[in-house]
């Protein structure tokens, strides 16, 4: 697997943009999880007077082999049909990324479909979907390798137009299987409580799926008793799909970059815990835009001790729920560079 060298940004500058946030003409800590932001951002950018420039939006598709096992309610088409559907400005991510000025990047990398001669998506395709991991890893390590690469250099590509900030989002039905199952053992969470409803199952669809994903993770425990393989990567790899291991490539360039990484719902939250078990220091450049609907998301960011900016019951995916949250990261930088301090005011200090 590529290597990364990321640190947790440099605290010397804390007490300066502490003083500067405390002498706003405001009562101290009045705006509250703003202020936190733009802490945050500071820190990540080490200087006092950030910005958010060039914002971009990676949207990865990817079709997932578990999916055969009939644990989504929407059928595998539906992967490629969005992705067509997207490159036409028809989606919920077309609409914010029109919204707040995000530059929209859609890429296949794993979607079972041929997509030569349409225009708007970006082939990175490492195979056309995964294998079921109900009998198989997803993917061999080779593919892993290849989705963090791949991952790394879409980051690249945006830091090379002057992106600051990078949100991202995915498409592929049935890809809340496998973050189910990461939540269960990342966190020591019995997998029953990991999953959810996806994309809309009834309870005798949601019974169906944790049968088939206990039967997974047990075929998975036999793996590893048989090969010794039970490293994050071959959990990873065993379960991942690839535009959730491209995902975890992309926000480890990131903070290795020094870029705002925002983060969007349950899937994305469990490729960002998966990022931080792999190195810690990447949570400090990843702010959590949403507590999404699907079950088990609000337990999975409290096991991170992430707190999200947004919770509007969204589980639609695509990274809709990080660029709602965009508005409010916006507001806390403006209110760093734009709100007048109590010098300049002419107002007195009273505390």
Known sequence: MKQFKIQRPD???????????????????SLGVLEELAMQ????????TPTLK?????????????????VSISPREVTWQQMINFTRGGGGVNMFCRQHGFKLRIVDVGVDYDFSGIPGIIDRKIARGTRNFLYEPAMTNEEFDKAIETGADLVDECIAEGCQVICIGEMGIANTSPSSIWMSLFCDIPLNECIGAGAGLD???????????????????????????????YQLSYFGGYEMITAIGAMLRAAEQHIVILIDGFIMTACA???????????HYMVFGHCGDESGHRRMLDAMNAKPILSLGLRLGEGTGALCAFPILDSAIRMLNEMNNFENGKITKYF
């Open 203 to 233: 309870k005798p669809g949601i019974s169906h799926k944790c049968e088939v994903l206990n039967k997974a993770i047990a075929n998975y425990q036999l793996s590893t008793i048989n090969y010794q393989l039970s490293t994050i990567n």
């Open 54 to 70: 060039s914002p971009c939006h990676l949207l990865l598709g990817g079709d997932h082999g578990i999916e055969r096992e009939g």
């Open 41 to 48: 951002v500071c820190l990540i950018q080490q200087t006092l």
């Open 273 to 283: 815990l998966a990022a931080c078990r792999l190195y810690p220091d990447a949570q």
């Open 11 to 29: 605290e010397t500058i804390r007490r300066s943009i502490q003083n500067k946030i405390d002498n706003l003409n405001k009562p101290k800590g």
